[in-house]
């Protein structure tokens, strides 16, 4: 069946450090790979898509890599800050079809200061 | 602010009861989702609506309905209501879903319904 993991276990790291979030996919093939944030009893908010051609991505402090053959995206965030706290889903958009983006149950990241 | 405007934020009913989940999506956005969050469970995809017509459905209950209107804004009907259908409702919008471009979704703040 499809499935789409991310680490249940928060992510701890330092302000200023790289915080690095991995989402690893089986039993699917994505067009896309959305990565979202979602802040505590809020929506989620887009932040960057990387389609399945491309290798890696980049937005200000945020870079995405996906590797269609290890099936996994990592998601780096560099020069951490206490507001990058937040949960971050990934979010798989499946070729063909209705393009439904279907989410990972996200990775908890907490920066301290 | 996404743009996407979900109503009400919060709702407490008893069990057996029905209730509408309001959402009005980004202006210019013909294609709305419906996702339902809960702890055990994540971010599960109900149903898309696209300018009116049902498009896809996810793991939506036959006790719930969804439905797109003439103006795009869509409604999320919850019949029959159980203890377990406690959750964060989601309304997301995007530009359509045939798109082969920017396909990612804006998400409203959400309902939290609460089952008693």
């Known amino acids: 069946s499809q499935k789409i993991e991310q680490n249940s276990e928060a992510l701890n790291i330092q302000e200023g450090k790289t915080a690095t979030l991995t989402c690893n996919y089986t039993n699917y093939s994505p067009a896309y790979l959305q990565w979202y944030r979602q802040d505590p009893g809020r929506g989620p908010v887009f932040l960057l898509l990387i389609r399945e051609n491309e290798k890696e991505k980049r937005k200000e402090r945020l870079k995405v890599t996906f590797d269609t053959t290890l099936k996994q995206s990592l998601f780096h965030i560099t020069a951490s800050q206490p507001a990058d706290s937040a949960t971050y889903l990934c979010a798989l958009v499946p070729s063909g079809g209705s393009y439904i983006p279907t989410f990972g149950r996200g990775t908890s990241l907490i920066v301290h200061p | 602010d996404s743009g996407v405007t979900q109503t009400p934020k919060h709702l407490i009913t008893a069990t057996g009861q029905r209730v509408t989940l309001r959402c009005s999506p980004r202006s210019g956005d013909l294609s709305v989702y419906w996702y339902q969050q809960s702890l055990d469970q994540g971010l599960q995809f109900l149903i898309q609506y696209y300018n009116g017509e049902e498009r896809a459905k996810g793991n939506i209950l036959e006790r719930f309905s969804a439905q797109q209107f003439p103006d795009l804004h869509s409604e999320l009907n919850l019949s029959s209501l159980e203890l377990g259908d406690s959750a964060l409702y989601f309304c997301?919008?995007?530009?359509?879903?045939?798109?082969?471009?920017?396909?990612?979704?804006?998400f409203g703040q959400g309902t939290r319904l609460t089952v008693v």
């Open positions: 997301a919008s995007s530009v359509g879903p045939l798109s082969g471009g920017r396909t990612e979704a804006f």
